[in-house]
């Protein structure tokens, strides 16, 4: 991450605490799930594209959770989000190939 940092208000979306111990003040944490997520819930799908819109998220923090969390519920767009992240205006950053985890950095934010 340090390789990204940024002087504006940066909104992380995890699954986990604690990037805050690790990053400026700039950098807010969003977690998920959260109660905040239940209005994007429609048919049983959650529309993820307006929920990352309208929480201003500029990075995603994939891990095995998050996977799990994307592909729950019968709409398309959570596996999208993984398997195509620029069609949601983020680009994949590896973090360690050995790890299960990776960044999704917002594209011009």
Do not use: W
């Amino acid at each position: 991450m340090k390789n990204n940092l940024s002087t504006k208000t940066e909104n992380i979306l995890t699954t986990e605490l604690g990037f805050n111990a690790y990053l400026p003040d700039n950098y807010k944490e969003t977690l998920t799930p959260s109660d905040d997520l239940k209005k994007y819930i429609h048919d049983s799908c959650i529309d993820l594209r307006k929920y990352l819109i309208d929480k201003h998220i500029s990075i995603i923090f994939v891990n095995e959770r998050m996977v799990f969390i994307a592909n729950l519920g019968p709409g398309n767009e959570g596996k999208e989000l993984l398997e195509h992240p620029e069609n949601f205006g983020f680009r994949k950053q590896i973090i360690d190939p050995t790890l299960k985890t990776y960044l999704m950095l917002k594209i011009n934010p």
